[in-house]
């Protein structure tokens, strides 16, 4: 089983509708992120969480908003999607007291909004 | 605007030849840089890392130069492999920044 695990790996939803994203790990990590992947435009964190109680706006973080239900949880929701959401999303965590910058992904949630 | 760029989209090398993949950024804050590894429908994995006190770091077949005047790195692979082939992405953080700013990943296929 993997450490960190996206559902859904794949979405088609509509222009206006909510969407949510879900992560879960099992490695025991404290920090947990979610970033976007575009062609031509690399990963992009959008809000990422260093513990339970603390959430914080990454790079581009309009139109998304998360949630840490648990240490282990952390979900990316869309409030009102439109097709320039249209991306990669990845989940990933990592550990403050492990090596700086190591994070482990998830595989992946293909978004696509028509 | 990119702060980290990776120019090269993508790269053909020989098995058992030297890959060089190059990153370049503009945020002179940057001190800490990291390659990470991406293979198609998987997520990133870390490779390597360099702070800005060092000029280079290696692992196994894995070296990452840092020239800091010229606010350029990069990954050599020595002799490369086929399961190397992947996308590279390189990433950067500000001194005690809180998040990594990434290129756009150059696409390494190697020949076997």
């Known amino acids: 089983d993997a450490d960190v695990t996206q559902t859904p790996r794949n979405r088609i939803t509509k222009t206006g509708k909510r969407i949510m994203l879900e992560c879960s790990q099992t490695k025991g990590h404290d920090r947990m992120y979610w970033y976007r992947q575009d062609p031509g435009l690399g990963l992009r964190l959008i809000y990422y969480?260093?513990?339970?109680?603390?959430?914080n706006k990454g790079e581009i973080s309009d139109g998304y908003s998360v949630s840490r239900q648990a240490q282990a949880k952390f979900s990316l929701s869309l409030e009102s999607a439109i097709p320039n959401q249209t991306a990669l999303y990845f989940c990933a965590t990592s550990d403050s007291g492990g090596r700086e910058g190591e994070a482990f992904f998830g595989q992946g949630t293909r978004l696509t909004v028509v | 605007d990119q702060q980290v760029k990776q120019n090269s989209p993508s790269l053909s090398v020989q098995e058992g030849r030297i890959s060089i993949l190059n990153c370049d950024y503009t945020n002179s804050m940057f001190d800490y840089f990291l390659w990470y590894k991406k293979y198609p429908a998987e997520g990133p994995t870390f490779l390597i890392s360099?702070?800005?006190?060092?000029d280079k770091n290696e692992d196994g077949r894995f070296t990452v130069f840092l020239n800091k005047s010229a606010k350029h790195l990069s990954l050599h692979i020595v002799p490369s492999q086929p399961g190397d082939s992947a996308v590279y992405f390189c990433a950067a953080s500000e001194v005690s920044g809180n998040q990594f700013y990434f290129g756009t990943g150059t696409s390494l296929t190697v020949i076997p």
């Open positions: 969480s260093f513990d339970v109680k603390d959430i």
């Open positions: 360099i702070s800005s006190i060092k």
